[in-house]
């Protein structure tokens, strides 16, 4: 079985544009450390996917086309700066009223994910930003890491504030695991 890392996409790849959507290719501006950690965990033999809500979609703010065109430049942009791209990418566009199985808080995505790819649920990772990636990731068995200086109610395996900290939690997993 493989081990694998996943990852929510606003406020943990790119810059989240508060209460809004990032809706071009203009507005995605990824963090500039997530090149580093994808090469860390690809040359680590971890696959790596994006789990992501992406009601834009869903309420018509957004093509999925459009959608898709964010995707590709940010797969794009990843394999010039670091010779690595995420192996696949799942997104809901069900609104959050929903309650759909794919949207999480739900581990839909996840678990899809897993079967497709033959995931060790339970020697892989979620890496968000807002309880419900935590929630989705606990409901589907993953180690939990929570990127946020917001506290949750939710206990996650680990709790960091910035990029620097997830970089020195991901080469003590890694490191781990040789």
């Known amino acids: 079985m493989n081990k694998a890392f996943f990852f929510d996409r606003d406020g ?29 965990l690809k ?23 459009e959608l898709l065109d964010i995707h590709n430049f940010m797969q794009d942009t990843l394999e010039v700066q670091c010779g690595f791209k995420f192996d696949d990418i799942e997104y809901c566009t069900d609104l959050k009223e929903s309650a759909s199985f794919r949207r999480k808080p739900n581990p839909g995505m996840i678990l899809e994910l897993a079967e497709k790819w033959n995931i060790d649920l339970k020697n892989s990772y979620i890496i968000g930003d807002t309880e419900s990636d935590i929630i989705a990731g606990e409901k589907a068995g993953l180690k939990t890491i929570l990127l946020s200086v917001e506290k949750i109610k939710t206990v996650p395996d680990f709790c960091i504030s910035n990029h620097v900290e997830l970089i020195k939690i991901i080469n003590h997993i890694v490191g781990a695991q040789i």
């Not at 943990?12 to 290719?25: A, C, F, G, Q, T």
């Not at 033999?45 to 869903?58: I, K, S």
């Open 12 to 40: 943990v790849i790119n810059v989240r544009k508060m209460d809004d959507y990032v809706m071009s290719v203009q507005e995605m501006q990824l963090f500039p450390e997530i090149p580093v950690i994808l090469k860390i």
């Open 43 to 65: 040359e680590n033999n971890f696959l790596t996917f994006v789990v992501t809500n992406q009601q834009g979609v869903g309420k018509g703010l957004m093509s999925e086309n």
